[in-house]
């Protein structure tokens, strides 16, 4: 086993209970930024979803699945579709685009995913379950393609 000294504190160590910190933080976090943008608080709840990722990144934790795909990835705003964010399902996905920045984020969309979850055939038009287990940086595009 390797053991480097790392001058400086402890930097790229982490342990499981600052993970699990970290990722209550982040959910508190983004259920701040659901709940502001619902009141319209379109500038905090950018702040919400900008703190939830950079806890993130420091502590190399994964966003929930249950809200990867619920903002920008680009500007950070929550979506709220017909009012920020316009929603399309195609063939095999999703297509997103954002009504602030314009990002277009396209997600590979699974019908099985659909049947596992129990999902009826009427509700996969409208609500449709994003796919769990994307890469996080996995279907982003700006130009226009449909
Ligand atoms: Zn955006």
């Given at each position: 086993m390797r053991r480097t000294a790392v001058?400086?504190?402890?930097?790229g160590i982490r342990t499981a209970r600052m993970v699990s910190i970290a990722r209550e933080r982040m959910e508190g976090l983004l259920k701040l930024a659901e709940e502001t943008s619902e009141r319209g608080r379109l500038d905090m709840s950018r702040r919400y979803v900008d703190l939830a990722r950079r806890i993130g990144m420091r502590y190399n934790v994964r966003l929930p699945a249950s809200s990867r795909?619920?903002?920008?990835?680009?500007?950070?705003t929550w979506y709220r579709f017909g009012t920020t964010a316009s929603r399309r399902l195609r063939t095999s996905r999703v297509v997103i685009r954002c009504g602030i920045c314009q990002l277009v984020t396209r997600l590979p969309y699974d019908h099985r995913t659909q049947l596992e979850a129990g999902t009826t055939t009427s509700a996969r038009s409208s609500e449709p379950t994003l796919v769990e287990g994307l890469e996080d940086d996995g279907e982003l595009a700006d130009e226009e393609a449909e």
């Open positions: 001058k400086g504190g402890r930097r795909y619920r903002f920008c990835p680009g500007c950070n």
